[in-house]
T-cell receptor
Framework: KQEVTQIPAALSVPEGENLVLNCSFT??????LQWFRQDPGKGLTSLLL?????REQTSGRLNASLDKSSGRSTLYIAASQPGDSATYLC????????????FGQGTELSVKP | KAGVTQTPRYLIKTRGQQVTLSCSPI?????VSWYQQTPGQGLQFLFE???????NKGNFPGRFSGRQFSNSRSEMNVSTLELGDSALYLC????????????FGPGTRLLVL
């Protein structure tokens, strides 16, 4: 059974810091991995999608890496801003289960001005 | 393109009642998935529909059901509501291709009293 774990559960940093969020999964037979952002009481916003054949994806100040063999992904946020405060979720998609995503519990990020 | 829309945004029901939630996917998307989000369990997959057929189902009781119409709009129904059904219900849409990003709606907040 695929399990997804995110560490840390919560993180507080001063504005301007670079930070790394971690995601690990138990079954390496994933199709892809997606990082999302969720603001309080809102839906999910897709940040980055990494296919199983890729090592990393970048979008602006965000960079996500994937190491399938070790079951790990990281989301790197450069020069953090107060507007980055949100919960960040990673989710894996298995190849044989259509659109089903398995989510981690998320990392709640707070960036202090 | 308009995003994923969900109606209603908020609902208050009492135990024993039933509820129907609606989701309109992004134009051209044929896959719709539903998720339940609670503080204790996080995001859990309910089911996925593609071309009016249920393609995958999560581990929820039969009180939870869904359907998809020919225009790809989807509804989910919960019968005999329980207090534990209070949650944020999110739907996501994507194209047929499992390599593609899933886009989430803003969710329906259900409170069962």
């Amino acid at each position: 059974k695929q399990e997804v774990t995110q560490i840390p559960a919560a993180l507080s940093v001063p504005e301007g810091e670079n930070l790394v969020l971690n995601c690990s999964f138990t079954d390496s037979a994933i199709y892809n991995l997606q990082w999302f952002r969720q603001d309080p009481g809102k839906g999910l916003t897709s940040l980055l999608l990494i296919q199983s054949s890729q090592r990393e994806q970048t979008s602006g100040r965000l960079n996500a890496s994937l190491d399938k063999s070790s079951g790990r992904s990281t989301l790197y946020i450069a020069a953090s801003q107060p507007g980055d405060s949100a919960t960040y979720l990673c989710a894996v998609r298995l190849g044989n289960q259509g659109g089903k995503l398995i989510f981690g519990q998320g990392t709640e990020l707070s960036v202090k001005p | 393109k308009a995003g994923v829309t969900q109606t209603p945004r908020y609902l208050i029901k009492t135990r024993g009642q039933q509820v129907t939630l609606s989701c309109s996917p992004i134009s051209g998307h044929r896959s719709v998935s539903w998720y339940q989000q609670t503080p204790g369990q996080g995001l859990q997959f309910l089911f996925e529909y593609f071309s009016e057929t249920q393609r995958n189902k999560g581990n929820f009781p039969g009180r939870f059901s869904g359907r998809q119409f020919s225009n790809s709009r989807s509804e989910m129904n919960v019968s005999t509501l329980e207090l534990g059904d209070s949650a944020l219900y999110l739907c996501a849409s994507s194209t047929r291709d499992v390599q593609e990003t899933q886009y989430f709606g803003p969710g329906t907040r259900l409170l069962v009293l």
